[in-house]
Structures are given as C-alpha cells and as structure tokens.
C-alpha cells in the first residue's frame, strides 16, 4: 500500500513539474516576442506587479490565517478552566481533540495555503494598483464632493479593492473560529441560552468588532458612490441623494462605530447588552433611513416640485455628461436650407460631387473577391474607406488587403498551414465615387502585379499580419515559401524582414513546440539555425496580447494604408473608464429608439434588395463573405472614453508603434506612467501615415448618440425633453434602423481645401418626425483633426431626413419599374446605403442601385438615384446624368473619368419634364441621346443573358438555357419595339406608350418624382 501511494505522489510530482516547465517555457515564448517589438516592459511590469501584489496579498492572507488559527484551535486540545474553581463543562463525544503536533503544525499549513490561493487571486488585481500608483489629475472636480475626477477613476476603485479585501479576510476568520470553536464544544446552549467559552468570546467578539469597524469605513464608500446614483431625474446623486442619503451614510458610519466599540466591550467581558444595542441601532437605523426614508422622500417631496428640486443636479449631470464624451468641444453652427443650388453654383463644389460615395463596403467586397481574387485561397479584408491624393486631386477610395484564408487550401497540411502558406500579397483600390467598364469598380491598384493607373506604388506587398491571419508562420527555413501565383507557375521567396521570433535553438524549438501545443515544429526538417516563428499574426491577436483592457481597448475598423511603398494598418485605441462621477452611462439604444434622458461596420454596411429583405453582402452576394464587424469598442455602461492612441502595424514585419493623439487624457498620460516608454507622440508618426489619420467610427457613434440629448445644455429644456434628438433613420430590410456614421469628402464655405469627415444625420424624437434637425461632422485633416461641428437647421424650417426621402424614391415610377423589371430573369436588384450630402444650403440623396447577374454572383453599378432638397428626383447611368437631370447643363465635363466626353447636358439624359431645370437647358448638343443609352443598357442586360444561358449549357442544364435563351429573345423584342417608339416620338407624334414604353423607363436614363416624370418616348 505504501509503494502504491508513492507512485501516485511520483506521478503528481511529475505532473507537477510538467506544468511548471510547460508555463515557464510558454512566457518565454511570449517574452521574446514582445522583446523582439521592442516591448520588453510589457513583460516585465505585469509580471513584477503581479508577483509584488500577489506576494504582499498572500503574505496578508497568510500571517492573518496563521494568527487567527493560533488563537482558536488550542481549544481542541485538552479542556481547561474558564476562570479559577470552575470547569468549562464540555458534553461528552461533542468535542473534536487533536493531537498537540497537528495543532501546532497546522496554522502554518494551511496558512501557507490559504495565502497561495489569496495572492494568486488578488495577482490579477494588479493594474487596479497600478492606476492608483500612477494616478493623474483630471482638469475637473466633481460637483458635490469637490474632489478631483481623478479619485473617482482611480483611487476609489482601490479603496473598494482594500474594503473588500479586508471584509473577506475577517468574514474567513470569523467562520474559521466559529467552526473550530463549534468543535470543541465551546460553543453551548446551555438552559436554552447561547453561552460561549470566555476565550472564544474574546476571539469573535474583536472580530466582530473589527468588521462592524470595516462597516464603517465602508458607508464612507457609499457616500461618495452617490455621485453613480440612479435614484433621481438624471444619472448621479439628486436631491434625495444629496439632502437624505447622505446624512444617512454618515450617521450609520458613527453607528457602525458605536456597535464596534460595543463588540469591543462584550469581548472584554462586560455584558452583551452592549453589542445588541450597537448593531441593533444600526440594524434598525438602516432599515428605516437608509432604504425607507430615501423612498418616500421620493415620492412625497421630490415628485410634487421635481424639477425646482432637481435643476441644480440636472446641470450637474449635464456638465459632467458632456466633458466625459467630450461633448463640450462640439461647436455649433447654423444651416439655414435654402435649396436654391443652380448649375452655375455646381462648380466651387466639384470635388464634393467627385467625390460622392457610389460603392459601399459589402458591395464591393464581393466585386474585389470576383474580379481580383486570382486563387481560392485569396480573400479580401472588409473595404474601408479612406483617401489619397492622386494626380493632384483629393480623392476618397476603397482599400482591402488580399490575405490568404487558411479554411480554403487546397490542401490544409500543417506543411502547407504554417510553412508553404505564409502570407497573403498586395491589395486592391478603388475610387469610391467612378465606375469601370460594364459597372464594376474601376481599379486604381490591382493584381499581382500591383499595377496602378495613377501612381500608387507599393513596393513591399507582402502581407504576413493582418485581420484574417490567425496561425503562426515558419519562415527563413530549409525550402522557400508561396509568394504569389504567375500564370502556370508559382513564384516562391524567403523572407527579408526583421519580424518573428528565433526557434533555431533546442531549447527555442522545444518552448515553442510547447507555445503551439504541438510536436510538428520539434520534428519538422525544416527548420534551422535561422529560422523564426512569426506569432501573433492577427490583429486582434497582437494587439491586445501587447497592451489591452483595462488599459486600451480596440476598434473594430482596422483599416489598410500605403504610406512609402508599404502596407500599414492602422487601428484607433481607446481608453475608457466607468467611474466618472455625474456622468450618464453609454447604451448603445434600441434600433430606431432614442437615448433615454433620466435613469436607467466600416461606412456603409447596409444594403437592400429590391423586395426590401434585408441582405448584408456577406451573405447574399458572395459565399467567400468578409468577416462581420464585432460589437463596438465603447462598451455599455462606459461613461469617459477617448480615443487617446492610434496604433499602427507594419504589414511585413509586424512592428507596432503606439502614438498619443490625445496627450490631454490623464488616463493615457497615466498609462504612459505605468509602461514608461511604449507611447510615442503623434509628432513621431510618419507625415505619409499621419495623412490617413481617420477620426474614429466607434468614438464618434457613442458621441452622436450621446449628443441627441446632451446638445440641450439648458436645464429646464432638457427636463422637458423639448428639443430630444435621434439619429437619424433609413430602410434596412423592412425595419427602419439608424443610420451608420458615414465618410464623405466635402467643401465647406468657409475652408479653401475639400475636407475627409464623419458624418452623422439627426431628426427630432416621436412617431412619424422624421425630418431633419442637424448633422454632425467630425474632421480627420491635418490641424483641424479632432475638431466636431453640429450643424444646426432653423427650427421653423422642414428638412427632409432619410426616412422620408426613401418614401418618396419607393414612390417614383421610374424606379419602381427598374425594381420591378431589374428582378426578373435571373438577376437581383439591390440598393446602396443612402448618403446625405450638404452642398452649400442645400442637400443632395445619393443612392446607388446594383444589380447582380445570379450566374456570375458580380455586382455591378447600373443607376444612381439623386434627390434634391426632397423636391426633385432623378434617376441616371451616372451620378452626372441624375445630376442634369436636376440642374441642367454641368459646369465639368465628366465626374466619371472616361464615362463621358464633352460638357454635359439635359438632352444627353432625354430630357426632362417642363417642370424641371433641364426643360430650359435648351437643345444643346447631344452627347449620348436616350436613344443610346436605352440601347446599350439593353445590350448589358442582353450581354449578362448571354452569359447564364452559355453557363447553364456547359453546366448541361438545358431547361434553364432554354429559360435565358426565351428571355433573352423576349427582351431583344421589346427593345425594338422601345426603339421604334422613340423614333415615332422625336417625329413629332406623341405615340400610344406599347409593350416597350417600359423597358425604356427602366433602361433609359429618365427622371422623375415630384418635379414631373419623364415620358418613355424621351421628348
């Protein structure tokens, strides 16, 4: 038996031992690593803090279990005498006796134990302690304390730390003395009355005192915890709070003195009188006061006269609310609307309409997937708007890397995984605003190759960190790896770059086996003297794993920049605290719901089809779908956040630089404290990448939302909810959801050069309000970085919001005819996010309709649909066709490199109704008649059957080519019959609208609405 036991104490040792060496081996992977970035504090701090805070704690833990069991378990040995000629009376077989050697060995022990557990636990405690150490002042104090926010952020925490630390030490004591003295049968009923031996009386009475005196440091607590009171009108303390509650903490922490001193006085031997009395009262006092009295005050005092009671704490809330969202640094001005825009006014306003966003994000994707996927083991990054200057030209684009996705190859060894596959190439750019051949995006940087029509150079494609890279990489090996595809043959290289980690040493390849929980790297011949093991290759991986919560939090919009012939990601970082007094929490509202006044994906990411089901591209253009934004980095229940640090990661060799865009944050200032030397200035940052700065879509959302009710700074205003806001709203699917902040390049009046800014819409809070009130922009350039501005509308003047601009284009028969045509014959029809755009004081809707060929899966950009001011509606090839259609002849020949040549004008569309700019334009010169235009857009639809019909016969599915084939001689029928028609009307003869009236409507470049519908004979 006792060979038997020695091997499993054997085997437990070796398990032991195994887990130590496998955690030893482990951290130093991950120590070299961040050595290797030249992180090397990111280490070291945690590590010494957590050891300092686990060591001390435990040490605490330790000594005060060790004490207290001293003191209690000599009551289990032999019994002794209360007091001189007279004997504890113990009942027989009650009593547990220990020997004197076990009593005198197992305070150490389970000390010892005890001790271990508490400091490994409270080791995770450290960055509490860390904050507190380091803390910085905050240029605010709070209201009703007078104290600086900074001892809310990161003192009280720690003071909450200490309370609960100590309460559970002293609850474990007491609970350990109570059973022990249970056991030894000091612990009596005697004649029916609790009765306790005079030592254990001794012992548990200063502990109870001890707790009754933590009881009182911890109503100090609840006291400043007021300014987080939900009790009144608005977020932090009321006049409840503030007249009632408060007295009442302070009253009960003299009580909770009283009853310790009372404890104090029962354990001395004076009577239990004493400690009845003291926690009595308190009991009592606590009961009536502390939970009934704030109640009925409530109702009886502050209900009646509420807001003469409340308005000083409103102004409160509203002060604080607005500094910890960084409110009060939006500016205001007026917009007065005045829809007056002509074509001449067009031209100071060129690079706004050049610039007019026609490809959303999950549009897109599907088309960079189609088009410039290459290989199926390609995939694209979700697109990101941004913007370069190209030619001269400020010009807003899409970007998305093309990263290797390790699900789809073609053959998923661990050779192939982590050795052959190692990094994805190059990326794809497009112009957010210009169409190519045949309506799909026109590339500005593309395949392989890298070919870019308007100079874009990248030098270094090579992508071995980024968003999808989610397994780690051997490189610098015995055997090259995949580069990219080239034609029949596959081009190989070894890596040139500074990033991974060594594993040409036995003990290297041995630490990192254990790291990648798998023998492969141990056993594989690949790897040599020189070889280095890239880790942590996603960003979502990376980033945290260097500096993370609760110390930086992450968007969800990392987003591609080429800066000097290089791939960047750029990444905005946040820091963000629930502490700060009198400020209302963030929650993410309702979809089409309003922030509530009192107690409590990239640009774009909407599309629609034409039977109004809602479909995000991922799932309804393409299988190979980009990944889902996750939820937003401003948490529920944050109520300070700023993004303090954008963050940039070297594509090629992972390098990361942190650089402080926001130095007046005490919270990074305090970071920067913490882990001296990991935060760099933004005067670091390189000029190319300081260029693509973005202000942050996350940051920005919590703001909008925050300023629908914290724009209202009067009180009394505010309490009336009089002027409450809402984001505004558009159709997604079949709901009405807010609409996501979005980018646009635009002119303002009072600055010489096109500014790249965030953008959000407002109506007024209440069934069927859905008018605009203001709008919301957030610049990214160069000095004015940061700077927001609330554009304000007369508020006796209607401006059309989203919503009801969307009524009136269901509304349109021009539209409602290329729906209804568009979604036959195997096609979808889907339409784009809606942009708001400001021009001057007017407003342009812009939104796109795609359509998708169900064989080839490509969508493709076939009508834009503007609306002016809510007054005017057209529908266009291209955005200057819609344009003419509303303003007459444009001050520019094309928008749309290549798409036209000459000055355009309202013939080139087919003109439009008498009612309507374009019917006084005259009979200018004709660039592209309707006649044309219905003519190719027939021969695309036609092109697109074509193409199914020859599919479904390689396929050797006959019916449906039978299908395409009918449909197509169908459609070539009526476009005849159109082309007839037209002829007839521009005779002169006002001609009886056939079976082809309709497919010029839809294919013809026609406009209507409200300003009058143009004929399908275009005259």
């Given at each position: 038996?006792?060979?038997?036991?020695r091997?499993?104490?054997?085997?437990?040792?070796?398990?032991?031992?195994?887990?130590?060496?496998?955690?030893?081996?482990?951290?130093?992977?991950?120590?070299?690593?961040?050595?290797?970035?030249?992180?090397s504090?990111?280490?070291?701090?945690?590590?010494?803090?957590?050891?300092?805070?686990?060591?001390?704690?435990?040490?605490?833990?330790?000594?005060?279990?060790?004490?207290?069991?001293?003191?209690?378990?000599?009551a289990?040995?032999?019994?002794?005498?209360?007091?001189?000629?007279?004997?504890?009376?113990?009942?027989?077989?009650?009593?547990?006796?220990?020997?004197g050697?076990?009593?005198?060995?197992?305070?150490?022990?389970?000390?010892l134990?005890?001790?271990?557990?508490?400091?490994?636990?409270?080791?995770?405690?450290?960055?509490?302690?860390?904050?507190?150490?380091?803390?910085?002042?905050?240029?605010?104090?709070?209201?009703?304390f007078?104290?600086?926010?900074?001892?809310f952020?990161?003192?009280?925490?720690?003071?909450?730390?200490?309370?609960?630390v100590?309460?559970?030490?002293l609850?474990?004591?007491?609970?350990?003395?109570?059973?022990?003295?249970?056991?030894?049968g000091?612990?009596?009923?005697i004649?029916?009355?609790?009765?306790?031996?005079p030592?254990?009386?001794?012992?548990?009475?200063?502990?109870?005192?001890?707790?009754?005196?933590l009881?009182?440091f911890?109503y100090?607590?609840?006291?400043w915890?007021?300014?987080y009171?939900?009790?009144?009108?608005?977020f932090?303390?009321?006049?409840v709070?503030?007249?009632?509650?408060?007295?009442?903490?302070?009253?009960?922490?003299?009580?909770a003195?009283?009853?310790a001193?009372g404890?104090l006085?029962?354990?001395?031997?004076?009577?239990?009188?004493?400690?009845?009395?003291?926690?009595?009262?308190?009991?009592?006092?606590?009961?009536?006061?502390?939970?009934l009295?704030?109640?009925?005050?409530?109702?009886?005092?502050?209900?009646?006269?509420?807001?003469?009671?409340e308005?000083?704490?409103?102004?409160?809330n509203?002060?604080?609310?607005?500094?910890?969202?960084?409110?009060?640094?939006?500016?205001l001005?007026?917009?007065?609307?005045?829809?007056?825009?002509?074509?001449?006014?067009?031209?100071?306003?060129?690079?706004?309409?050049?610039?007019?966003?026609?490809?959303?994000?999950?549009?897109?994707?599907?088309?960079?997937?189609?088009?410039?996927?290459?290989r199926?083991?390609?995939s694209?990054?979700?697109?990101?708007?941004?913007?370069?200057?190209?030619?001269?030209?400020?010009?807003?684009?899409?970007?998305?890397?093309?990263e290797?996705?390790?699900n789809?190859?073609?053959?998923?060894?661990?050779?192939?995984?982590?050795?052959?596959?190692?990094?994805?190439?190059?990326?794809?750019?497009?112009?957010?605003?210009?169409?190519?051949a045949?309506?799909?995006?026109?590339?500005?940087?593309?395949?392989?190759?890298?070919?870019?029509?308007?100079g874009?150079?990248?030098?270094?494609?090579?992508?071995?960190?980024?968003?999808?890279?989610?397994?780690?990489?051997?490189?610098?090996?015995?055997?090259?790896?995949?580069?990219?595809?080239?034609?029949?043959?596959?081009?190989?290289?070894?890596y040139?770059?500074?990033?991974?980690?060594?594993?040409?040493?036995?003990?290297q390849?041995?630490?990192?086996s254990?790291?990648?929980?798998?023998?492969?790297?141990?056993?594989?011949?690949?790897?040599?003297?020189?070889?280095?093991?890239?880790?942590?290759?996603?960003?979502?991986?990376?980033?945290?794993?260097?500096?993370?919560?609760?110390?930086?939090?992450?968007?969800?919009h990392?987003?591609?920049v080429?800066?000097?012939?290089?791939?960047?990601w750029?990444?905005?970082?946040?820091?963000?605290s629930?502490?700060?007094?009198?400020?209302?929490?963030?929650?993410?509202?309702a979809?089409?719901?309003?922030?509530?006044?009192?107690?409590?994906?990239?640009?774009?990411?909407?599309?629609?089809?034409?039977?109004?089901?809602?479909?995000?591209?991922?799932?309804?253009?393409?299988?190979?779908?980009?990944?889902?934004?996750?939820p937003?980095?401003?948490?529920?229940?944050?109520?300070?956040?700023r993004?303090?640090?954008?963050?940039?990661?070297?594509?090629?060799?992972g390098?990361?630089?942190?650089?402080?865009?926001?130095?007046?944050?005490?919270i990074?200032?305090?970071i920067?404290?913490?882990?001296?030397?990991?935060?760099?200035?933004?005067?670091?940052?390189?000029?190319?990448?300081?260029?693509?700065?973005?202000?942050?879509?996350?940051?920005?959302?919590a703001?909008?939302?925050?300023?629908?009710?914290?724009?209202?700074?009067?009180?009394?205003?505010?309490?009336?909810?009089?002027?409450?806001?809402?984001?505004?709203?558009?159709?997604i699917?079949?709901?009405?959801?807010?609409?996501?902040?979005?980018?646009?390049?635009?002119?303002?009046?009072?600055?010489?050069?096109?500014?790249?800014?965030?953008?959000?819409?407002?109506?007024?809070?209440?069934?069927?309000?859905?008018?605009?009130?203001?709008?919301?922009?957030?610049?990214?350039d160069?000095?004015?970085?940061?700077?927001?501005?609330?554009?304000?509308?007369?508020?006796?003047?209607t401006?059309?919001?989203?919503?009801?601009?969307?009524?009136?284009?269901?509304?349109?028969?021009?539209?409602?005819?290329?729906?209804?045509?568009?979604?036959?014959?195997?096609?979808?029809?889907?339409?784009?996010?809606m942009?708001?755009?400001p021009?001057?004081?007017?407003?342009?809707?812009?939104?796109?309709?795609y359509?998708?060929?169900?064989?080839?899966?490509?969508?493709?950009?076939?009508?834009?649909?503007?609306?002016?001011?809510g007054?005017?509606?057209?529908?266009?090839d291209?955005?200057?066709?819609?344009?003419?259609?509303?303003f007459?002849?444009?001050?520019?020949?094309s928008?749309?490199?290549?798409?036209?040549?000459?000055?355009?004008?309202?013939?080139s569309v087919?003109?439009?109704?008498?009612?309507t700019p374009?019917?006084?334009?005259?009979?200018?010169?004709?660039?592209?008649?309707?006649?044309?235009a219905?003519?190719?857009?027939?021969?695309?639809?036609?092109?697109?059957?074509?193409?199914?019909?020859?599919?479904?016969?390689?396929?050797g599915?006959?019916?449906?080519y039978?299908?395409?084939?009918?449909?197509l001689g169908?459609?070539?029928g009526?476009?005849?019959?159109?082309?007839?028609a037209?002829?007839?009307?521009s005779?002169?003869?006002?001609p009886?609208?056939?079976?082809?009236?309709?497919?010029?409507?839809?294919?013809?470049?026609?406009?209507?609405?409200?300003?009058?519908?143009?004929?399908?004979?275009?005259?």
């Amino acid at each position: 038996m006792r060979g038997r036991n020695r091997i499993w104490l054997f085997g437990l040792l070796l398990v032991a031992a195994y887990l130590v060496f496998r955690h030893v081996a482990v951290s130093d992977v991950h120590y070299v690593w961040l050595r290797q970035l030249g992180a090397s504090v990111l280490f070291w701090r945690p590590v010494l803090s957590q050891l300092f805070t686990g060591v001390i704690g435990g040490s605490i833990f330790a000594a005060a279990t060790y004490g207290n069991l001293r003191l209690a378990l000599p009551a289990l040995a032999a019994p002794v005498t209360a007091n001189p000629g007279r004997v504890w009376h113990v009942p027989e077989g009650a009593p547990w006796r220990l020997p004197g050697s076990l009593l005198r060995a197992a305070p150490v022990w389970i000390g010892l134990a005890v001790g271990a557990v508490a400091g490994w636990m409270l080791s995770a405690q450290w960055p509490t302690i860390e904050y507190f150490l380091h803390a910085t002042p905050f240029p605010l104090t709070d209201p009703q304390f007078h104290r600086n926010v900074a001892f809310f952020v990161f003192t009280l925490p720690m003071l909450h730390l200490v309370y609960t630390v100590a309460a559970v030490l002293l609850w474990l004591a007491g609970l350990t003395a109570g059973v022990v003295y249970w056991a030894a049968g000091w612990l009596q009923a005697i004649e029916g009355r609790p009765t306790l031996h005079p030592q254990a009386r001794r012992h548990l009475g200063m502990l109870l005192a001890g707790f009754l005196f933590l009881k009182a440091f911890g109503y100090r607590l609840d006291a400043w915890n007021v300014d987080y009171s939900t009790r009144g009108f608005v977020f932090g303390a009321g006049w409840v709070d503030v007249h009632a509650a408060l007295p009442v903490f302070w009253l009960l922490s003299a009580l909770a003195l009283a009853a310790a001193a009372g404890a104090l006085a029962t354990a001395l031997g004076m009577g239990w009188r004493w400690l009845l009395t003291g926690v009595g009262g308190l009991a009592a006092t606590s009961l009536l006061l502390g939970s009934l009295l704030p109640a009925v005050l409530e109702s009886v005092v502050v209900k009646p006269s509420q807001y003469n009671l409340e308005q000083p704490y409103i102004q409160r809330n509203i002060t604080m609310t607005r500094a910890a969202f960084g409110l009060n640094a939006i500016s205001l001005e007026p917009f007065p609307v005045q829809a007056d825009l002509t074509a001449n006014d067009l031209k100071a306003f060129r690079a706004t309409f050049r610039n007019i966003r026609l490809w959303d994000g999950p549009i897109a994707g599907p088309a960079f997937q189609q088009l410039q996927g290459l290989r199926s083991y390609y995939s694209f990054d979700p697109a990101n708007v941004d913007r370069y200057t190209v030619n001269g030209e400020y010009r807003q684009v899409l970007i998305s890397a093309r990263e290797i996705n390790y699900n789809a190859l073609p053959s998923e060894t661990w050779v192939n995984r982590h050795i052959n596959f190692t990094h994805g190439y190059g990326a794809v750019l497009i112009p957010s605003s210009q169409v190519g051949a045949d309506g799909v995006p026109d590339f500005w940087l593309k395949d392989i190759n890298n070919v870019s029509s308007v100079g874009i150079k990248l030098t270094q494609p090579a992508i071995y960190y980024g968003e999808q890279t989610n397994v780690y990489a051997l490189v610098d090996g015995r055997q090259a790896s995949f580069d990219y595809p080239s034609g029949s043959q596959d081009v190989y290289s070894t890596y040139q770059g500074p990033g991974g980690i060594p594993i040409g040493g036995f003990w290297q390849r041995l630490a990192f086996s254990l790291w990648a929980n798998s023998y492969n790297p141990m056993l594989t011949s690949d790897v040599t003297a020189k070889t280095r093991a890239m880790i942590y290759r996603s960003l979502s991986q990376r980033l945290p794993r260097m500096l993370g919560a609760p110390f930086l939090y992450y968007g969800n919009h990392p987003y591609l920049v080429v800066a000097d012939g290089q791939l960047y990601w750029m990444v905005n970082a946040y820091t963000e605290s629930a502490n700060y007094p009198y400020a209302t929490p963030y929650t993410p509202p309702a979809s089409g719901s309003a922030v509530s006044v009192g107690p409590s994906a990239s640009a774009g990411e909407g599309t629609r089809n034409a039977s109004g089901t809602a479909s995000s591209t991922a799932a309804s253009l393409s299988a190979l779908s980009t990944p889902s934004a996750g939820p937003s980095a401003v948490a529920p229940g944050v109520n300070y956040v700023r993004n303090a640090v954008k963050v940039t990661v070297n594509a090629y060799t992972g390098a990361v630089r942190f650089y402080v865009v926001d130095p007046s944050d005490p919270i990074i200032r305090t970071i920067g404290k913490i882990f001296p030397g990991m935060l760099q200035p933004l005067s670091a940052m390189p000029t190319a990448l300081q260029q693509h700065m973005r202000y942050p879509e996350d940051l920005f959302t919590a703001q909008a939302q925050m300023y629908t009710v914290y724009h209202m700074t009067d009180p009394q205003v505010f309490y009336n909810h009089e002027d409450q806001w809402r984001v505004a709203r558009q159709i997604i699917g079949q709901q009405a959801s807010p609409v996501q902040p979005y980018y646009v390049i635009m002119q303002f009046p009072n600055i010489r050069a096109p500014q790249f800014v965030l953008m959000e819409p407002f109506t007024p809070v209440g069934a069927g309000r859905d008018n605009m009130v203001a709008w919301l922009a957030a610049f990214s350039d160069g000095t004015r970085y940061g700077k927001l501005t609330a554009y304000e509308f007369p508020k006796r003047q209607t401006v059309f919001g989203p919503l009801q601009i969307e009524a009136q284009i269901n509304q349109d028969p021009t539209v409602a005819d290329i729906l209804a045509l568009w979604s036959q014959g195997g096609s979808k029809v889907y339409r784009g996010n809606m942009l708001t755009i400001p021009i001057r004081n007017s407003f342009l809707y812009v939104e796109p309709l795609y359509q998708e060929a169900t064989a080839t899966q490509l969508p493709a950009l076939r009508r834009v649909i503007v609306d002016y001011d809510g007054q005017k509606i057209a529908v266009g090839d291209t955005l200057d066709q819609a344009l003419v259609q509303i303003f007459g002849k444009l001050p520019w020949s094309s928008l749309n490199a290549g798409a036209l040549s000459g000055t355009i004008t309202a013939a080139s569309v087919g003109g439009a109704s008498s009612g309507t700019p374009a019917a006084a334009a005259g009979t200018g010169a004709a660039v592209l008649p309707a006649q044309a235009a219905a003519a190719q857009a027939t021969l695309r639809q036609a092109q697109t059957l074509f193409h199914q019909a020859d599919a479904a016969l390689r396929q050797g599915n006959f019916t449906t080519y039978a299908q395409d084939i009918d449909q197509l001689g169908q459609l070539l029928g009526r476009a005849l019959g159109s082309s007839t028609a037209a002829s007839t009307g521009s005779a002169g003869t006002a001609p009886t609208p056939g079976p082809g009236a309709a497919a010029t409507q839809a294919f013809g470049a026609t406009g209507g609405g409200t300003g009058g519908t143009t004929s399908a004979t275009g005259s």
